[in-house]
């Protein structure tokens, strides 16, 4: 998940990790010219959540508390445990006259072979060390700690049979700050086979590597010091469960959502920077025309982006003529890219929408199979097995907000174009160069750093959702590839945060090139804030300079959701 200029090397939540760009070699920290280093925000000890799950009431405001870093103290409530055991009962009832796929049978390709009582306990860690096959990065902890409480609240649902000391476990790691590694490539998106069988692995104390303040070692020598039993043991039927569902994924498509909004909010207030440096048309935001489409999302951004640009005197007639007034004749409409973005910003926020309800759904469900339900006629309980593990719905889902992830890189990066033109922006000095154009090429490069990251958002903006292949001898003949989804959608963010990056700085370097000859005309109070934050970490540009550093610091700002709008979304 590398970001494109190596600042980003792994996904990060917004509100937890600013990286802070080096200054230029030889420099003292800050001292580019008229700059100042991004920091990182100082943290007070956050409060703890305290979270009774109980099945059915999990929210995604929880969800993203677990994302921004807040401590943890999670059980299930007494009403789930006393449901749970009575499903355990009943579960290993209905054993005795029924074959159940994991727990008196094997699995997979074998799993038309019988299972002895006997075998049971040791087929429980077979399973998990089996399927703990992952390779590659690690999920961020704080994802871990989300789909560790998302797997147990799922749980204490009691549809899968479990004895509710499982889900508890799950949860004493949360609670006491150790976080399973779960390596991120191997999963098909098919359940989260690979990476939680790594966690179940350190659930039962073996060797499988966990993180416990600030140290990586085998889950045999943290779990104790960090204050837990050393071992458990899984009994019949509970290793499935632990590795069957799409928690992960949820969890990391959860993160996804997260860092998508922040970066959405952003986008609204780079384009609002963007239309103020044009001196745009406010026409294209009345509020009639957007009524008319019918799109409540669209309706929604429109109203921001008028919040934001209002009381300017940029976008006013008198400001359109300010730069050449012998011949300045008024613009019919702007173009496209400028008339049409609240339309194009409202697809990311629909998909939202829609992602954040199946998301709230999914972590008050029973994402397992097989699954074990109170009979409807007659007494006891009776396994059923199914496809509830699977995440397609989620798959796609990502697959969507990438293609809109992306298209909103294309729209910035074109806008960033613009104002590179005379033409294009309406008078603003060529390449915004400051000091003698031509003897100063101004940002023209920088522009070129967007335009560079945007093809690569469009390769990975391919729908890993339609690349199912089979596996496991046909048993498993179609998977999601929705973590592949759910990875690139992280990577694009990344590269979105870069490209956003460039829009702002370019749109105050165009305001600040002009500001001398709109004096007396107010920039809109957001736009107006949003500016001198910018300012706050990177100076104007006069003579060339080197930009390394004003790109970086931008976009450490922008990764640390700096540069959101004060207008309520």
């Known amino acids: ?31 580019a010219p008229g700059s100042a280093p991004v920091a990182a925000p100082a943290l007070a000890r956050a409060p703890v959540l305290n979270l009774v799950l109980d099945g059915g009431r999990f929210a995604l405001r929880d969800a993203f508390a677990i994302l921004a870093g807040r401590p943890v103290l999670a059980r299930v409530s007494e009403a789930a445990r006393a449901r749970m055991a009575q499903s355990r009962a009943g579960a290993l009832a209905a054993l005795s006259g029924q074959r159940v796929y994991g727990w008196n049978q094997a699995l997979g390709p074998l799993k038309d072979r019988p299972l002895s009582p006997e075998e049971a306990e040791q087929f429980q860690r077979n399973v998990l060390r089996s399927h703990a096959a992952g390779v590659g990065p690690a999920f961020p902890d704080d994802v871990v700690r989300l789909a560790l409480v998302l797997k147990a609240n799922q749980m204490a649902r009691g549809k899968m049979g479990v004895r509710p000391e499982v889900p508890q476990r799950l949860l004493s790691l949360v609670n006491a700050g150790v976080v399973p590694v779960m390596p991120q490539i191997g999963s098909l998106g098919t359940g989260d086979l690979q990476p939680q069988a790594a966690a179940g692995l350190a659930a039962l104390g073996e060797d499988a590597p966990v993180h416990y303040r600030g140290e990586t070692g085998p889950a045999s020598r943290m779990l104790p010091r960090a204050g837990l039993p050393a071992s458990f043991t899984f009994q019949a039927g509970e290793a499935l469960p632990i590795v069957s569902g799409s928690t992960v994924l949820a969890a990391t498509l959860m993160h996804a959502v997260h860092r998508a909004t922040v970066l959405a909010d952003q986008a609204e207030g780079a384009f609002a920077l963007f239309m103020e440096a044009i001196r745009a048309e406010r026409g294209s935001l009345d509020a009639r025309t957007h009524r008319e489409r019918h799109i409540p999302e669209e309706d929604a951004v429109a109203a921001r982006l008028r919040a934001m640009v209002a009381g300017s005197g940029w976008m006013t007639e008198e400001g359109r003529r300010r730069l050449d007034p012998a011949n300045y004749t008024p613009r019919v409409q702007d173009a496209v890219s400028v008339r049409a973005a609240p339309h194009i910003m409202a697809g990311l926020r629909q998909v939202l929408a829609a992602t954040r309800r199946t998301l709230a759904r999914e972590a008050n469900s029973s994402a397992s199979n097989p699954l074990v339900f109170r009979r409807e006629r007659g007494p006891g309980y009776e396994f059923v097995m199914g496809g509830n593990w699977d995440g397609s719905i989620m798959g796609h889902l990502a697959d969507s907000l990438n293609a809109e992830i992306t298209d909103l890189g294309v729209l910035s990066q074109e806008l960033s174009g613009r104002l590179l033109s005379p033409r294009w922006s309406y008078g603003l000095p060529a390449n915004l160069a400051g000091g003698s154009v031509g003897l100063n090429s101004g940002m023209v490069q920088a522009q070129s750093v967007a335009a560079a990251v945007v093809p690569e958002m469009q390769v990975r903006a391919h729908p890993a959702g339609t690349l199912s292949r089979p596996v496991k001898d046909g048993q498993e003949d179609h998977n999601t590839m929705a973590m592949a989804s759910a990875r690139d959608l992280h990577a694009n963010l990344d590269r979105l945060e870069i490209v956003l990056a460039v829009q702002y700085l370019m749109a105050a370097q165009g305001i600040d090139l002009i500001a001398a000859r709109m004096a007396g005309l107010p920039l809109g109070t957001a736009t107006r804030a949003l500016h001198d934050e910018l300012r706050r970490y990177v100076a104007p540009l006069g003579d060339d300079r080197y930009l390394t550093p004003d790109l970086e610091r931008t976009i450490s700002l922008v990764h640390a959701g700096g540069l959101t709008p004060s207008v309520a979304p």
């Not at 200029?5 to 230029?24: F, I, K, N, S, T």
């Open 1 to 31: 998940m590398a970001a494109g200029v190596g600042l980003l090397a792994a996904v990060c939540v917004p509100e937890r990790a600013v990286a802070v760009p080096a200054p230029p070699p030889g420099a003292a920290p800050g001292s």
